[in-house]
């Protein structure tokens, strides 16, 4: 047993830069190579794909960009490797890979973990009667995929067959991380403070470049950095304990605050944050700057998991179709709203005409005249906006018609009209998430290195967890204290916006802990659903986040269906924490006065 090992995440998501494995390979000194590469959505486009070709529903990119260029240095380095790139389909890319290894003359073992296809149980899932665990709809006529969560001990098994490679379908994204450790450091499934402190590693890790300063709020800090960007490692201890960092010489930053943004991200209530192996209380977890770009990370708590696996099923759901064109000249904004409304009325006439029942679903969006903050918008009178029209229908011929008649618009209605992006949309089909929960023993979990196949039996504990943490403690808010002035939200905290399916999450972490009872006496959930009236349909949750003096924010129905289902231009919630940072927030107006700790920060008047 090893006391420490260094993990780099080189993929966030397929598609992410191969210059992140090459770094990590070649500058990292890593131990252990992570790639993170689904999402629900990539695994309904991955099981498309397999149906077209039965060689194919993997992330194609970890064989081709990353592997076989890398193989070489990787198996001199003995570095080993875990990814869940097998989407639907892991014998296939251990197939890939194999021939890859051969065709440049490297031998590496590639084990890969299967259990987690559930597409051949869907009848049996529907005539036992689940429902979506969110909204309680019935479950789908027609599933495009259906997979569930796995937890980290079946890659730790895969590890200790001896693999060089481990190849997953889908499990949680942190397990790929949290694997390494229980087998490097031999780590229990009762080992719950040390499993939630792993999975908290992989949570950090898993979306690449985001830990070390991508997407931050205080971007400015950043931005020269963009065009190198470090990917991050964890240097992890047998205790549980780990510190964050990236290669030298690289972009970025490693800092609390930047750790802090990523921590948050997509997460619901801190203190009960389910996954397959560990319920984790990440509700006290304390970072530290040690050392120049280098952060120490401790707190982390856990409890037992459910007995159960969380599965996200995918569905098609009817088609969707969009297109986006520019509009120039005074009342831009106006002028595009019209035409928004005189093309859908068009389109509607002609549908009917031709048989076709109304569309499903329209959503027009008008881009440069800040459509993301509804009635809050600060440009109505911008002189150049981007109009985004999108509809939704069950026939694919009605939404035909719909892509004919965007062209006419340019003859037929406002001057200026020009830049239709991409030229005649293509309608889509929409595909939405169908999640629920399945007992563990329902799922045999198996690891195959060559023809041995060995079987992993879930960790399902004697009494399982069910204690989530209030919605918000009874700390008290801001005392009154004369005077007060208004700055944005931007000038008191850090945010970053997430998405789970159709739920919003946005984390928002103080820059100062006295500030806190004032974010927390603005931050209510209802003075959130007003700021996002425009959005969320849904409820909204305020969670606590004492350890690093903030809150998670839970807005559910918020994204318009989420994902590919979604017609909204943001339809991950990518950019609600930036809109979310002008709420105005009353505070005392000494602070900005010289000597207070907002001097020289944003005003009543910005705010």
């Known amino acids: 047993m090893r006391e420490n090992i260094r993990i780099g995440c080189g993929a966030g998501f397929w598609g992410d830069s191969p210059e992140g494995p090459r770094q990590l390979v070649r500058q990292g000194g890593i131990d252990y190579l992570v790639l993170d590469y689904l999402a629900e959505i990539t695994m309904s486009i991955l099981a498309r794909m397999k149906a077209k070709n039965p060689a194919l529903g993997y992330a194609t990119d970890f064989v081709s960009l990353v592997m076989k260029p890398l193989a070489r240095e990787i198996a001199e380095k003995r570095i080993r490797v875990v990814t869940n790139a097998g989407g639907v389909n892991p014998e296939a890319c251990r197939g890939a890979l194999l021939a890859a290894f051969e065709e440049v003359g490297v031998d590496l073992k590639v084990a890969i973990v299967t259990g987690d296809d559930l597409s051949g149980e869907a009848e049996r899932l529907r005539a036992a009667g689940i429902t979506e665990m ?41 397990a790929v991380v949290l694997g390494p450790l229980i ?80 921590v948050v991200y997509e997460v619901g209530d801190p203190a009960a944050y389910m996954l397959p192996d560990v319920c984790c209380d990440w509700s006290q977890v304390k970072l530290e700057k040690a050392g120049p770009d280098r952060v120490r990370v401790s707190g982390a708590r856990g409890r037992r998991p459910s007995a159960s696996y969380k599965v996200s099923a995918t569905y098609a759901d009817g088609y969707r179709c969009a297109a986006t064109m520019m509009i120039v000249g005074d009342d831009a904004a106006v002028r595009a709203e019209a035409v928004a409304a005189a093309i859908l009325s068009r389109c509607g006439r002609l549908i009917r005409e031709a048989g076709f029942p109304d569309f499903t679903e329209t959503s027009v969006e008008t881009l440069g005249a800040e459509a993301s903050y509804g009635a809050r918008s600060r440009a109505r009178t911008t002189r150049e906006v981007v109009l985004k029209i999108g509809v939704r229908h069950p026939s694919k011929e009605a939404l035909q018609v719909f892509a004919r008649e965007i062209y006419p618009a340019a003859t037929a209605m406002a001057q200026s009209l020009t830049g239709f992006a991409g030229g005649r949309p293509e309608p889509q089909p929409v595909i939405r998430l169908f999640s629920f929960l399945v007992d563990k023993t329902e799922l045999s979990p198996t690891v195959c290195l060559g023809e041995t196949c060995l079987a992993v039996p879930a960790q399902i504990p004697a009494a399982a967890t069910h204690a989530p943490s209030p919605a918000s403690t009874d700390a008290e808010g801001a005392e009154a204290v004369g005077e007060t002035a208004t700055v944005p939200l931007v000038a008191l905290a850090f945010g970053r916006s997430g998405d789970k399916g159709d739920i919003a999450n946005i984390g928002v972490i103080a820059r100062d802990a006295a500030f806190l009872p004032w974010l927390r006496q603005a931050l209510t959930p209802e003075a959130v659903g007003r700021h996002f009236a425009h959005h969320v349909a849904g409820e909204v949750e305020r969670f606590d986040w004492p350890g690093l003096n903030g809150f998670n924010l839970v807005m559910h129905r918020a994204l318009g269906g989420g994902g590919i289902a979604s017609l909204r231009h943001d339809p991950q919630g990518k950019a609600m924490a930036q809109v979310l940072m002008s709420l105005p927030v009353p505070v005392p107006a000494a602070w900005l006065a010289p000597g207070g700790p907002l001097h020289g920060s944003k005003t009543t008047d910005d705010a």
């Open 134 to 174: 969110f909204s309680g709809t019935p479950f789908p006529e027609k599933i495009a995929s259906i997979n569930a969560y796995l937890g980290a001990f079946p890659i730790a098994a895969a590890l200790a067959t001896g693999a060089d490679i481990v190849v997953t379908g889908r499990c949680v994204d942190s």
């Open 183 to 262: 087998h490097e450091f031999g780590w229990k499934p009762e080992d719950y403070d040390r499993l939630s402190a792993g999975s908290l590693a992989g949570h950090i890790l898993e979306c690449g470049a985001q830990a070390t300063g991508g997407i931050v709020t205080d971007w400015r800090d950043v931005a020269d950095d963009w065009a190198d960007m470090g990917f991050p490692y964890a240097d992890c201890h047998a205790d549980g304990s780990f510190e964050i960092g990236k290669p030298d010489g690289t972009g970025g930053r490693v800092s609390p605050a930047t750790i802090a943004e990523q």
